[in-house]
T-cell receptor
Framework: KNEVEQSPQNLTAQEGEFITINCSYSVGISALHWLQQHPGGGIVSLFM???GKKKHGRLIATINIQEKHSSLHITASHPRDSAVYICAVRESGNEKLTFGTGTRLTIIP | DGGITQSPKYLFRKEGQNVTLSCEQNLNHDAMYWYRQDPGQGLRLIYYSQIVNDFQKGDIAEGYSVSREKKESFPLTVTSAQKNPTAFYLCASSFSGGAYTGELFFGEGSRLTVL
């Protein structure tokens, strides 16, 4: 059974700080997704990656396939980044995703 | 604008009633999914469909039913057989072709409360 673990579960930081959220998984995967869930409940896809690194604005996602680990970084954090960040992995050869329980990020002005 | 529309956003149900949650997408995606979210848990897959007129059970399909008569639509019925239906329900879609499944797009969710 594939397990997806995120750390930390909760993170509070001051505006401007560099943020790192981690995701570890236990099986071989074809892709990893980072998602952002806003307080209203809607979810937005931030990244889908299978190797290396991707960058979009202040967000950077990296993945190490050998170590079965991914990180999501936020540079120059802002209160509007406050949300729950969810990691999800797709097992190789499987259409289903396994989701982590999320990291609740709060950025204080 | 392309996207996924879920309705209703909030729904209250009496015990013993069936309710249907709507999910419509205009992204021309082949694959559609229904997830359930409970506090402190990751999203869990209820049903998914990769093509019209075909769908598969996910991890927690008991007490739920779906149909996929049109590519754009994937309604979820929460039946009276679902013992604990109070939850937040999310619909998603993606391109899907062979071994490739693309980026996920989610609706805004439907919050169901059983009174």
């Amino acid at each position: 059974k594939n397990e997806v673990e995120q750390s930390p579960q909760n993170l509070t930081a001051q505006e401007g700080e560099f943020i790192t959220i981690n995701c570890s998984y236990s099986v071989g995967i074809s892709a990893l997704h980072w998602l952002q869930q806003h307080p209203g409940g809607g979810i937005v896809s931030l990244f889908m990656l299978s190797s290396g690194k991707k960058k979009h604005g202040r967000l950077i996602a990296t993945i190490n396939i050998q170590e079965k680990h991914s990180s999501l970084h936020i540079t120059a954090s802002h209160p509007r980044d406050s949300a729950v960040y969810i990691c999800a992995v797709r097992e190789s050869g499987n259409e289903k995703l396994t989701f982590g329980t999320g990291t609740r990020l709060t950025i204080i002005p | 604008d392309g996207g996924i529309t879920q309705s209703p956003k909030y729904l209250f149900r009496k015990e013993g009633q069936n309710v249907t949650l709507s999910c419509e997408q205009n992204l021309n995606h082949d694959a559609m999914y229904w997830y359930r979210q409970d506090p402190g848990q990751g999203l869990r897959l209820i049903y998914y469909s990769q093509i019209v007129n075909d769908f598969q059970k996910g991890d927690i399909a008991e007490g739920y039913s779906v149909s996929r008569e049109k590519k754009e639509s994937f309604p979820l019925t929460v039946t009276s057989a679902q013992k604990n239906p109070t939850a937040f329900y999310l619909c998603a879609s993606s391109f899907s072709g062979g071994a490739y499944t693309g980026e996920l797009f989610f609706g805004e969710g439907s919050r169901l409360t059983v009174l």
